[in-house]
């Protein structure tokens, strides 16, 4: 049986006809490197959603990023029309339902402008939070997209 907010992860999945289930790990994925190696997969598959707070407006932006990856704020701020900051727990908590360490692509307690990073196109296999630092569920790049409703744009840091 899956921690209660795993399985409202699984329950919006399953909504949006989502065919790839929750799985709840024996190692934490709080981190992308923890979730690689837990999986035993390469840490660009880790999907990282990262909540952002708009510098005047307050709006909460989830970002996602490959797990190799930072964003990049210019390019972010450049396509979204604010400056951005990070938020704190609390406030992350508030806007989606989950607390950092397994916030997940989708089933926010907010509706969520989202930005899908266009480096996750490389990986026929993404790795995504599921409301719970052990908990993750598979899916391709393009499934990701539709069930978060995301735009795809760069946004990630050049290394």
Same mark, same amino acid.
């Given at each position: 049986?899956?921690?209660?907010?795993a399985q409202k992860v699984q329950d919006v999945l399953a909504q949006f006809g989502?065919?790839?289930?929750?799985?709840?790990?024996?190692? !934490?994925?709080? !981190?992308?490197?923890?979730?690689?190696?837990?999986?035993?997969?390469?840490?660009?598959?880790?999907?990282?959603?990262? %909540?952002?707070?708009?510098?005047?407006?307050?709006?909460?932006?989830?970002?996602?990023?490959?797990?190799?990856?930072?964003?990049?704020?210019?390019?972010?701020?450049?396509?979204?029309?604010?400056?951005?900051?990070?938020?704190?727990?609390?406030?992350?908590?508030?806007?989606?339902?989950? =607390?950092?360490?397994? %916030?997940?692509? %989708?089933?926010? =307690?907010?509706?969520? !402008? !989202?930005?899908?990073?266009?480096?996750?196109?490389?990986?026929?296999?993404?790795?995504?939070?599921?409301?719970?630092?052990?908990?993750?569920?598979?899916?391709?790049?393009?499934?990701?997209?539709?069930?978060t409703h995301a735009a795809c744009a760069d946004i990630h840091a050049v290394q």
């Amino acid at each position: 049986m899956l921690k209660p907010s795993a399985q409202k992860v699984q329950d919006v999945l399953a909504q949006f006809g989502h065919h790839n289930v929750v799985i709840e790990l024996e190692e !934490t994925a709080r !981190t992308a490197e923890d979730a690689a190696h837990a999986l035993q997969c390469d840490v660009g598959q880790i999907v990282k959603s990262l %909540v952002f707070k708009g510098h005047e407006s307050q709006t909460p932006y989830l970002l996602l990023v490959s797990g190799r990856d930072r964003v990049d704020l210019e390019k972010a701020t450049d396509l979204l029309g604010e400056p951005l900051r990070r938020a704190d727990a609390d406030w992350v908590k508030e806007q989606t339902g989950f =607390a950092i360490g397994g %916030v997940p692509p %989708v089933g926010h =307690a907010k509706a969520l !402008t !989202t930005i899908m990073d266009n480096n996750l196109l490389d990986y026929p296999t993404l790795w995504a939070a599921a409301g719970h630092p052990f908990a993750v569920f598979p899916s391709s790049p393009e499934s990701l997209l539709e069930i978060t409703h995301a735009a795809c744009a760069d946004i990630h840091a050049v290394q």
